[in-house]
Each structure stands twice: as C-alpha cells, then as structure tokens.
C-alpha cells in the first residue's frame, strides 16, 4: 500500500499536466495583469503615469507584452522557457526600483513596499525553479564535460 502511494506521487511528479498546472499558477500574477491591462488599457495608462513612467501609453505596451509574451513562452515555449522566465525575472526586478522602492517610503506606505518587494523575490525565485524545470524536462541531455 505505502510503495503504491508513493509511486502514485511519483507519476504526479513527473506528469505534464501536473508540471503545466504549476506553470499556470506560478505565471498567473502575470498574465492576469497582463490580460487585465489589455482589456482596460486606459486604466493601464493611467497607472503607469501615476507611478512616474511616461509616455503611459509607451510603457502599458510594454508592460502587456512583457507579461503576456514571457508567460507564453513559459506554458508553451518548452526549450525556450528560459527565455520568458528569465524575461520576467528582468520584468520584477524593473518593477522594485521603479515601482515599490520601500527604502524611499515612511510609516505604513513602507511596510507595504517591503512586502511586495519580498513576494517579489519569492516570484523570482520561482521564476529561477521554472527555468530549471524546463531544461530537466526539455533540455537536451549532457555531459558535465560539455
């Protein structure tokens, strides 16, 4: 019975649908708000101007393609994973030094910048995990010679 189970848990863990639905969640913070800009793009504007970055309109399309494209690559990009993982990883680090630097906020305003800047990097090192299980499940095998 034991063994049984484990095998069981053995066959999730190397399942595709398990990993895509791993992917999906890890991704959603992204194209959520990237399908959520798209669809209210003034809205978009308008918060890009409000955090200091204009042209609004320049950087709402940047922002919707970053998120949409990079998260694209990581669900169905396979080999190129890497490359929309690590897109994202630029994408959230950008987002600390211009959005949510809490080191330049007071009183409760900086406590909530400390906190997106922590999940910030709980994403990225997400990010960095999603990356590495691409190459484990697509990557071509090699030598450490290599």
Request: hydrophobic content about 55%; overall charge neutral; proline content about 1%.
């Amino acid at each position: 019975m034991f063994t049984s189970l484990i095998n069981l848990i053995y066959q999730l863990l190397r399942s595709f649908w398990l990993y895509f639905l791993a992917q999906v969640l890890m991704t959603m913070p992204f194209w959520q708000s990237g399908f959520t800009k798209l669809f209210n793009f003034d809205d978009a504007v308008a918060e890009m101007v409000g955090d200091g970055l204009t042209p609004g309109a320049f950087f709402a399309g940047i922002t919707i393609f970053t998120q949409l494209a990079a998260t694209a690559l990581i669900l169905f990009g396979r080999r190129l994973a890497w490359l929309g993982a690590g897109a994202l990883g630029v994408f959230t680090i950008l987002t600390i030094f211009l959005v949510h630097h809490f080191w330049s906020y007071t009183g409760a305003e900086y406590e909530i910048h400390l906190e997106v800047f922590y999940s910030h990097l709980n994403i990225i090192g997400g990010l960095i995990l999603s990356a590495m299980a691409a190459e484990f499940r697509y990557g071509k095998r090699r030598s450490l010679a290599e």
